[in-house]
Nanobody, 123 residues
């Protein structure tokens, strides 16, 4: 249903663009988000974009460096990551959810998860 791609190895200060392609769901009716999980840590919220495409939300740790966007015609959500830091190293997961409000505050209830893509930032 959700296929994430675009991860890789990058030096600190570099950039990556993640993509998440959706299939088999009415993409434009879903709020979309990105989460990440570093080794030994819990999965954490990174960014979200609502079905309206107007409202976006970010974790404080990535605000000003990451940008989430979506293309409903391509059923795809993106995460542009700039000024990457070693602490951004994690597996990044995309999520699709139809709940109203801040769905990322209760990730257990997310409707669909992608399989994740590894991002490694070297110092």
């Amino acid at each position: 249903q959700l296929q994430a791609s675009g991860g890789g190895l990058v030096q600190a200060g570099g950039s990556l663009r993640l993509s998440c392609a959706a299939s088999g769901l009415a993409f434009s009716t879903y709020n979309m988000g990105w989460f990440r999980q570093a080794p030994g840590k819990e999965r954490e919220f990174v960014a979200a974009i609502m079905r309206s495409t107007v409202s976006t939300y970010y974790a404080d740790s990535v605000k000003g460096r990451f940008t989430i966007s979506r293309d409903n015609a391509k059923n795809t959500v993106y995460l542009q990551m700039n000024s990457l830091k070693p602490e951004d190293t994690a597996v990044y997961y995309c999520a699709a959810d139809r709940r109203y409000g801040s769905f990322w505050s209760n990730p257990v209830g997310v409707d669909y998860w992608g399989k994740g893509t590894q991002v490694t930032v070297s110092s």
